[in-house]
């Protein structure tokens, strides 16, 4: 039973999950007195992508072809360890929140090297400054998954979700999640996903060799990418009230933070980071003070 | 009294020719403004070469003229000591295959080695396009390397992922920051000084407005102009106020653009959206007022085609302040918005030797500190009862850059305003439609948004254009960007381009 609504909330959230991406939008160009594309549109892009021809570059090795692959098996993996329909609705035998943090960095490894594959200029400076921002964003997920850890006594994501009383801790730490979610889904101020000028680009620099149904892939980890995170804050850091519900609000949170502030120049992301990692670092000790 | 430029020519010989306009340049403490050849070697046997400065104090164009051998021009090239002639010499090299010895640069500009065989000088009177279609290209451009360890080189364009105009970026970077940036365009190339030659000065207005299309009724204004001041027509005062008018609306719905896209390229959404109804709603005005939302059709030789009449003015004053209003909101939001102004202040700083050296011109030398205007030297007429002073920035950052647009615009909403009440006492005609076609060479200019656009021009007798020489203020500026970035990394170049906002169709011609 168990696994059967494992594998019926890991199904309905892959299928969601470019309705979130399509509503995030559809809230920002309403801010921004547009109308805009509906919010099945990332549907339409995704049926639209698998129907093209796919253009490889001569100079590319097996890694290029592979990586689309390790990217969206790691996100569904990663998905998999989320209880998010409820506590007990995970794989958390299979392994727990430290795991999921590792699992994604397998599909980013393969990305990055996807991107240096075609030894293209963009390619390059995209993986160069996804594993940069990568190594700002790591330490801060481990540490405030530790804070979130430290009040249950486990790193399970089930045992964490299923913690019901709210500490002080819990809303420190997710403070912290929510600025790792931002850089992991590369919104604003840290990356820009509709962002038209190549020089600026970050992860999109580092896909911008792939086309047809291997993007289509690609796009749809990103997709799935975002609902883990959201997910993550949703039913293990604040498991209370409706994941639904709290999925929204944070699309709204997101939607609101990026038509509100501007990009940040690349090097000050350093500075969000490291904030960041303070905010994790004092969930942790208030965590082990037992607030 | 006439608002028609004042110009003086000083005829050098070829040998004294190098000095006069370094000592000229000293003098006038004025760049290069613009240094371009005429073929008359079926008239008199030479190229014709003139070099243009500008003379603040006098309010004139100060022009150095020497005639160089039409079978084997050479000249002594002004760029080593002169670096605003660089340019110039390597398009006048292209175009006419006149040497210039000793130049640090012999390059080709527009005409692309790949494509364009080597002895076909297109601006030359006997060039015949059929034989340069037919003998093949050779050779490739050579970019200025950066060696060293760990420097690496970016090329972007000339195909970019926006609907932008196509140029080529060859960034030599360590990491992010940028230690060299060469641009090369000329991929809009379509001949525009060679077609003018084709036309009757009448038919060519329409075809100056279309030289580069954001600065559309600047163009034509400054080609009328000049082919007014070779026929010595005296346009109404009517006709300059309209004119000014409309100036002043296209540099407002081009100044709402920039600043929207300013805000854009940081990521910045809703500044974008605030400036897009301004924009839009001043193109719907122009339209309101002339028929055409970028100001075609509008100019003509001896004046205007539309007026601004008694019923048109409340329409003309009310969306001018309400696109007023609009921008102070978003002015606001902008300077009080820290992660916006912490991407624009600082970054991309032209200093204001660099873009004196440069010749750097309009815009872009305000916000460096560098006070000059053709509003404030040449249309003192119209613009001196406005009291018109010109927008200077120190900094010479984006934020400097930013800043002039905001003031700009502000001062033109003001002018605006005044020079409608100044409308009622002008006359009724805007139109000098009688004259008679005159043979002559002139200099029409005027301060488009960007910077002066300055067009040379020469008639026959019968009103024939034989040689247009246009200068946009990109031409030179483009330098000006390459400069502004060293030393920002890599993914502020979108920023700093955009507060240039230069012209590829102008610089490409």
Not at chain 1, 150 to 161: I, M, P, R
Not at chain 2, 487 to 498: A, E, R, V
Request: hydrophobic fraction near 45%.
């Amino acid at each position: 039973m168990k696994y059967l609504l494992v594998a019926l909330q890991i199904v309905v959230l892959i299928a969601v999950s470019p309705f979130i991406t399509g509503l995030i939008k559809k809230i920002k160009n309403f801010i921004r007195l547009r109308k805009g594309p509906g919010v099945f549109q990332p549907y339409y892009d995704l049926a639209k992508l698998a129907g093209k021809e796919e253009v490889i570059s001569r100079d590319t090795s097996w890694i290029f072809a592979f990586a689309p692959y390790a990217v969206i098996g790691s996100v569904t993996a990663a998905l998999l360890l989320v209880p998010a329909f409820g506590p007990g609705i995970s794989l958390n035998r299979a392994g727990d929140l430290i795991a999921m943090i590792f699992i994604l960095a397998f599909g980013r490894f393969f990305m990055a090297l996807a991107g240096l594959d075609a030894g293209s200029a963009f390619g390059g400076m995209g993986s160069s400054r996804e594993m940069f921002i990568s190594s700002l964003v790591e330490p801060v997920a481990l540490l405030s998954v530790f804070a979130v850890s430290l009040n249950c006594g486990s790193t399970d994501a089930q045992a964490v979700a299923s913690y019901g009383t709210f500490r002080f801790s819990t809303l420190v730490a997710t403070g912290a999640l929510f600025a790792v979610t931002i850089a992991e889904t590369s919104r604003i101020p840290v990356d820009n996903r509709e962002t038209h000028l190549e020089l600026t680009m970050i992860h999109e620099a580092m896909v911008l060799e792939y086309s047809g149904r291997s993007l289509a892939l690609i796009e749809l980890a990103s997709h799935i990418k975002q609902v883990l995170f959201f997910s993550v804050i949703a039913a293990v850091a604040v498991p209370f009230g409706n994941y639904a519900v709290k999925m929204l609000v944070i699309a709204a949170a997101v939607a609101a933070l990026e038509v509100s502030m501007a990009k940040m120049r690349l090097f000050r992301v350093v500075d969000m980071m490291s904030f960041s990692f303070v905010l994790s670092v004092i969930a942790v000790v208030i965590s082990a003070m037992g607030y | 009294m006439m608002d028609i430029n004042r110009e003086t020519y000083i005829e050098a010989a070829p040998e004294r020719f190098a000095a006069e306009c370094l000592r000229l340049h000293k003098r006038l403490d004025s760049a290069v403004m613009t240094y371009f050849a005429e073929d008359l070697r079926k008239e008199l046997g030479i190229f014709r070469l003139y070099c243009v400065f500008l003379d603040k104090e006098k309010k004139a164009w100060t022009v150095v003229r020497t005639g160089l051998p039409g079978a084997d021009a050479r000249m002594t090239s002004l760029s080593k000591e002169m670096f605003s002639a660089g340019l110039f010499e390597r398009e006048m090299g292209e175009m006419f295959g006149i040497k210039f010895e000793e130049s640090p640069d012999t390059r080709r500009l527009s005409l692309h080695d790949e494509v364009w065989p080597k002895g076909y000088y297109p601006l030359r009177k006997d060039f015949s396009p059929d034989d340069a279609a037919r003998a093949a290209p050779e050779g490739d451009y050579c970019f200025n390397r950066v060696d060293g360890e760990g420097i690496f080189e970016v090329p972007v364009g000339p195909v970019h992922a926006g609907i932008i105009g196509p140029g080529h970026f060859r960034f030599s970077a360590a990491g992010e920051p940028v230690i060299n940036l060469e641009t090369r365009l000329g991929f809009t190339h379509r001949g525009v000084e060679k077609l003018f030659e084709t036309m009757d000065a009448d038919n060519a207005v329409s075809f100056s407005e279309k030289v580069s299309g954001d600065s559309a009724f600047s163009y034509s204004c400054a080609f009328c102009r000049g082919i007014e001041s070779i026929y010595g027509l005296e346009v109404p005062l009517r006709a300059s106020i309209i004119r000014a008018i409309f100036i002043e609306l296209e540099r407002m719905y081009n100044h709402a653009n920039d600043i929207g896209g300013m805000a854009v390229d940081v990521g910045f959404g809703y500044p974008n959206a605030l400036a897009s109804t301004v924009k839009e709603d001043l193109l719907a005005l122009n339209r309101m007022l002339t028929g055409s939302r970028y100001l075609k059709g509008v100019n003509r030789i001896g004046g205007v085609n539309a007026d601004i009449s008694g019923e048109m003015k409340p329409l003309l004053l009310d969306s001018v302040l309400r696109a007023r209003e609009i921008m102070n909101e978003l002015n606001g939001i902008l300077h009080s918005s820290v992660s916006f102004m912490d991407r624009v202040d600082g970054t991309g700083i032209l200093k204001k030797k660099t873009a004196a050296d440069l010749g750097v011109t309009g815009l872009a030398a305000r916000a460096s500190g560098i006070r000059c205007d053709l509003r404030e030297i040449f249309d003192g007429q119209v613009y001196g009862a406005c009291r018109f002073k010109p927008a200077v920035q120190e900094e010479g950052d984006v934020l400097a850059r930013l800043n002039v647009r905001f003031d700009e615009f502000e001062a033109s909403v003001g002018m605006i305003n005044k020079m409608a009440e100044m409308l009622d006492k002008a006359g009724k005609s805007g139109l000098k439609a009688e004259y008679i076609p005159k043979a002559g060479a002139a200099i029409g200019s005027i301060e488009a948004w960007r910077g002066p656009v300055i067009i040379w021009v020469r008639t026959d007798p019968s009103g024939r254009i034989e040689r247009c020489k246009i200068t946009d203020p990109s031409f030179k500026n483009w330098q000006g960007l390459c400069f502004s970035v060293l030393g920002n990394i890599i993914p502020d170049f979108p920023l700093c381009n955009k507060s240039f906002d230069l012209s590829y169709p102008g610089n490409d011609l």
